[in-house]
């Protein structure tokens, strides 16, 4: 019997999502939008993401949330973000968190071979503020 395996790449992730929890989602129709996908059903504009390596602290860029609530606003919806790790698969209603926002200086791309580091504004989302999705 083979051992269940958490989506390690965003489309992966979403389509885990739409099977077990939000039958109606969506992808954004914009590859470049600041949001990745939403559910008409439940009222949720989602950003997802995809981490290698596992953190108690997951990271989000301002620039993400601004625009991320910024349309949740727009359209009444919720913003949720949910981030998975090699120990699972986190969701957070973004309104019900605060957050304390940083500057630091991150690598301008994750996955482009750019390792130029910018000053990005980011905050820390600890697991302990989200529901564990794997779990449930």
């Given amino acids: 019997m083979s051992e269940k395996k958490i989506p390690q790449k965003e489309s992966e992730l979403f389509n885990w999502i739409k099977e077990k929890f939000i039958t109606d989602l969506e992808g954004s129709k914009n590859p470049y ?3 990745d996908c ?3 059903r439940f009222k949720l504009d989602i ?5 290698r ?12 949330y601004d625009a991320l609530m910024l349309r949740a606003k727009e359209f009444n919806t ?12 986190w969701g957070f209603y973004l ?3 605060p957050l304390v926002w940083e500057i630091k200086m991150l690598p301008k791309n994750t996955d482009f071979g750019n390792r130029i580091k910018i000053p990005k504004e980011i905050a820390y989302l600890n697991i302990s503020e989200g529901v ?3 779990e449930n």
């Fill in 53 to 64: 390596t596992h953190y108690d602290g997951l990271l989000i860029e301002k620039k993400k």
């Fill in 38 to 40: 939403f559910s008409p």
């Fill in 95 to 97: 309104s019900s968190i």
């Fill in 132 to 134: 564990n999705l794997w």
């Fill in 33 to 35: 939008s600041r949001y």
């Fill in 78 to 89: 919720l913003a949720v973000y949910i981030n998975s790790t090699p120990k699972g698969i």
């Fill in 47 to 51: 950003e997802l993401k995809c981490r």
